[in-house]
């Protein structure tokens, strides 16, 4: 593989039913930068039937160009369909870096396609960013355990792929001027239907009715501390109060004491509100790598030791069961809407 033939950064634009996922416009973010300092385009590729007008927002948020595969096979997410497509994009015209999104698309997409291209996949970043001498991608994610962070290089073969989890990155702010048709590039698939092995018929939304805790802006987290399922409700009422949403470590969430989807963590969600008050939580690496990058962190906890307490701008030293329910009374009778 000649690998100077291949130029150009390119962000994979997953839609859902006609909308964005926000982690496109964060890779968008981010991949604004890495293609500015290789000094190559930053393209969106975008997959879909009829949504023009999604091409015309990933322009506003930072991509140089689009190409834009529409098919009605495409529609939907079929692995089939859409690593057949991508693969016959990335081999006609050779981009250098590939970022996707960690949702359970792209961690289904991602590793088809690099095994597709021969190429090798860091999964789960958390940084990315280029080697100035040689222009190699640095990929960097937690390794053993979250106990020690990993960077890794992708020097022989392209494209560099990785893949990259919800609220990792931060979006650009939209710009409408970016917006240039002449930037979107219209390109028909090849599939046919003997390509999809699997059709998909009918798509039924289960609702959970639960908050995305990655876009909350506050945040009650609770750990082992709580000590059931039941005393959630303490922290329930502080999160109501405050107009916020509960979550967890993942011992709230292996104890079956709230809903999986609301572990904040290594291998729970990244979250960023506004403000996170953790509750009975001791702060391991693997949850610090889920919260730390809070804009204003509480920490409730008896020991004054705890490691939570290095990343907390208030650390409140105490029991929880008193604390947490005097913070609500305290919010009830004092804040105004
Ligand atoms: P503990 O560590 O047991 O801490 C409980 C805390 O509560 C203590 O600090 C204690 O002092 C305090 N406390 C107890 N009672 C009270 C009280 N009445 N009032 C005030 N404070 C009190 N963890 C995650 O959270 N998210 C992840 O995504 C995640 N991913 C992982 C991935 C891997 C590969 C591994 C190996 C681990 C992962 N973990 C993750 C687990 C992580 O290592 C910790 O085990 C977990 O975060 C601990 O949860 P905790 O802080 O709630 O519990």
Excluded at 155 to 182: A, C, Y
């Amino acid at each position: 593989m000649n690998i100077s033939e291949y130029k150009g950064v390119w962000v994979f634009a997953e839609q859902r039913d006609g909308e964005l996922q926000k982690v496109a416009l964060e890779l968008l973010g981010n991949g604004r930068n890495i293609a500015d300092k290789l000094g190559v385009e930053l393209t969106a590729v975008l997959l879909g039937d009829k949504v023009d007008d999604l091409a015309k927002e990933l322009l506003a948020y930072g991509a140089d160009n689009v190409i834009y595969v529409e098919d009605e096979k495409l529609a939907h997410y079929t692995t089939d369909g859409y690593t057949k497509a991508i693969c016959e994009l990335v081999n006609e015209r050779k981009p250098e870096a590939m970022f996707i999104g960690a949702t359970f698309v792209g961690r289904d997409l991602g590793p088809r396609l690099a095994a597709r291209l021969s190429t090798g996949l860091t999964a789960d970043c958390t940084a990315l960013d280029v080697e100035e001498e040689t222009g190699h991608l640095m990929m960097t994610r937690p390794a053993f355990g979250g106990n020690l962070m990993a960077t890794i290089m992708c020097t022989e073969h392209r494209p560099q792929m990785s893949t990259v989890r919800p609220g990792v990155f931060t979006k650009l702010q939209r710009d409408e001027s970016r917006i240039d048709d002449n930037k979107i590039e219209k390109v028909s698939s090849k599939l046919t239907e003997d390509d999809l092995k699997v059709k998909i018929l009918e798509v039924i939304k289960e609702s959970k009715d639960l908050v995305d805790i990655s876009e909350a802006q506050i945040i009650v987290a609770g750990g082992r501390g709580v000590g059931s399922k039941e005393n959630f409700k303490i922290l329930e009422d502080l999160a109501d109060a405050m107009g916020g949403t509960v979550a967890g470590s993942r011992a709230a969430i292996d104890n079956g004491w709230i809903d999986h989807e609301l572990q904040v963590g290594q291998t729970g969600k990244t979250v960023r509100p506004v403000v996170y008050i953790a509750c009975g939580i001791s702060g391991a690496i693997q949850h610090l790598a889920g919260m730390q990058d809070s804009d204003y962190i509480i920490a409730i906890n008896k020991d004054s030791g705890a490691s939570i307490m290095s990343v907390a701008d208030v650390g409140l030293v105490g029991d929880l069961n008193k604390i947490v329910p005097e913070m609500t009374a305290q919010f009830k009778d004092n804040y105004v809407e």
